[in-house]
């Protein structure tokens, strides 16, 4: 099976920073890479999805690139509704495993 | 709007079953391939089994095969998680989830609000 590794695992910025979490595929996945924001409490949301299509409605301050096996989410200028924890997912096929998470912390 | 509205969770001891649904709202149900994703206290996301809109393939994960299985009843507009031989390392969240659009690979993009599965003795 197709193993998924984000990092950092997390990270403390300040507000306005830009912020970057990668994720690397132990085997190619083409561009099939969706992230996630999952707030405190709160269920999953999808940011992106087919590597760097932002899903409708997500702030053009996150963005995502990579291919193949490395990828990477960005934030451009953090802010403080930003804090939450960030999931990678491979769909391209079964198993669709996640990776480790990173959470975003306001320094 | 999608709606995905979970239940079934509760506390159980290990060994035991329990079974999970999940009602879908606000799209043609039976059209649409459905998850489930889990998700321990504290930890991160797990992906746990998914089927097709018509049944014909089902996956799972290691962690879950032969002990769990997914089914649906599109007349009904649910789907389930029959969950047997449960141990204490099964205690999450248990969300279902779909795809953004219909069609194959397509990333999750709606989830329900969760029902919490305990496995405690």
């Known amino acids: 099976d197709i193993q998924m590794t984000q990092s950092p695992s997390s990270l403390s910025a300040s507000v306005g920073d830009r912020v970057t979490i990668t994720c690397r595929a132990s085997?190619?996945?083409?561009?099939?890479l969706a992230w996630y924001q999952q707030k405190p409490g709160k269920v999953p949301k999808l940011l992106i999805y087919?590597?760097?299509t932002l899903q409708s409605g997500v702030p053009s301050r996150f963005s995502g690139s990579g291919s193949g096996t490395d990828f990477t989410l960005t934030i451009s200028s953090l802010q403080p509704e930003d804090v939450a924890t960030y999931y990678c997912?491979?769909?391209?096929?079964?198993?669709?495993?996640f990776g480790g998470g990173t959470k975003v912390e306001i320094k | 709007q999608v709606q995905l509205v979970e239940s079934g969770g509760g506390v159980v001891q290990p060994g035991e079953s329990l079974r999970l649904s999940c009602t879908g709202s606000?799209?043609?149900?039976?059209?649409?391939?459905m998850h489930w994703v889990r998700q321990a206290p504290g930890k991160g996301l797990e992906w746990v089994a998914v089927?097709?809109?018509?049944?014909?393939?089902?996956y799972y994960a290691d962690s879950v095969k032969g002990r769990f299985t997914i089914s649906r009843d599109n007349s009904m507009n649910t789907l389930y998680l029959q969950m047997n031989s449960l141990r204490a390392e099964d205690t999450a969240m248990f969300y279902c989830?779909?795809?953004?659009?219909?069609?194959?690979?397509?990333?999750?993009?709606?989830w329900g609000q969760g029902t919490l599965v305990t496995v405690s003795s």
């Open positions: 085997q190619g996945i083409s561009n099939y």
């Open positions: 606000g799209f043609t149900f039976s059209t649409y391939t």
């Open positions: 087919a590597a760097s």
């Open positions: 997912q491979k769909y391209n096929s079964v198993p669709r495993t």
């Open positions: 089927t097709s809109s018509d049944e014909k393939y089902k």
């Open positions: 989830a779909r795809a953004d659009e219909d069609g194959p690979n397509r990333p999750v993009a709606y």
